[in-house]
């Protein structure tokens, strides 16, 4: 027996369903809402006929289907996108009056890559923009090609708060175009500026980067 505004049963018997990842029951004395997360391999005007006739055989309801919302959501891949993000895994740098020197290392689908640049230390902003050099550099190996170029980086004050932002020049055959990634400065500046560096580049990677197998892009070995 259902306990009235207790949905649990009806959310555990349509996430039984095949196709649905997750459902969540709204309302009090009714039911008001449906709210469905599912797979894409069935379309949801047939998940929501599904529901409908569940809710009618096994708990003796009539929901309108106006009232169920489907939302489809391909978990795999989400899960292949996520591979394809490069991860800040290591970030060194040397420093005198003279000279900035800085290694990054992006992992990137279980690969590691190594970026190294070097330049005045005259100046702040170029040794950020050194930052982002060595990050891009790394991206580049994996694309088998100079894709990213750097444009400038800015460190911003608004308030109590600082934003490293890097702008980024995308070069890609019929299109070009400048990204821009931002990241809070929590602890470590070259760090946040590396960040905002890959939050420039990476929803590009996802749609351009080579395949495995695919020439270009020497990989590094893993740590």
């Known amino acids: 027996m259902i ?15 095949e196709g649905i990842i997750n459902a969540k029951v709204v309302g009090e004395e009714e039911i008001r809402e449906i709210h469905v997360l599912s797979k894409p391999s069935k379309s949801p005007k047939l998940l929501a006929r599904d529901i409908e006739t569940l809710l009618q055989a096994r708990f003796n309801l009539v929901v ?13 891949e989400e899960k292949k ?3 394809l993000r490069p991860v ?3 970030l060194s740098w040397k420093k005198n009056p003279q000279t900035f020197q800085v290694e990054v290392e992006i992992k990137l689908a279980d690969k590691l890559y190594r970026g190294m640049a070097t330049g005045g230390a005259f100046i702040s902003r170029n040794c950020y923009s050194l930052v982002v050099q060595a990050t891009l550099q790394c991206l580049n190996q994996r694309m088998g090609n100079v894709v990213f170029a750097p444009r400038g980086v800015l460190i911003q004050r608004l308030g109590d708060l600082e934003v490293a932002l890097s702008f980024v020049d995308c070069n890609i055959p019929q299109r070009e175009e400048t990204l ?11 760090q946040a500026v590396a960040r905002a560096t890959l939050d420039a580049v990476n929803r590009k990677l996802i749609f351009y980067i080579p395949q495995e197998g695919e020439e270009g892009g020497s990989s590094l070995a893993n740590k």
């Open 3 to 17: 306990k009235v505004g207790d949905w649990r049963v009806i959310e555990e018997a349509i996430g039984s369903l």
């Open 81 to 83: 996108e996520s591979g």
């Open 180 to 190: 821009v990634g931002a990241t809070l400065v929590k602890e470590d500046t070259y």
């Open 88 to 90: 800040l895994w290591g």
């Open 64 to 76: 309108d289907h106006k009232k169920i919302s489907i939302v489809a959501f391909d978990v795999e």
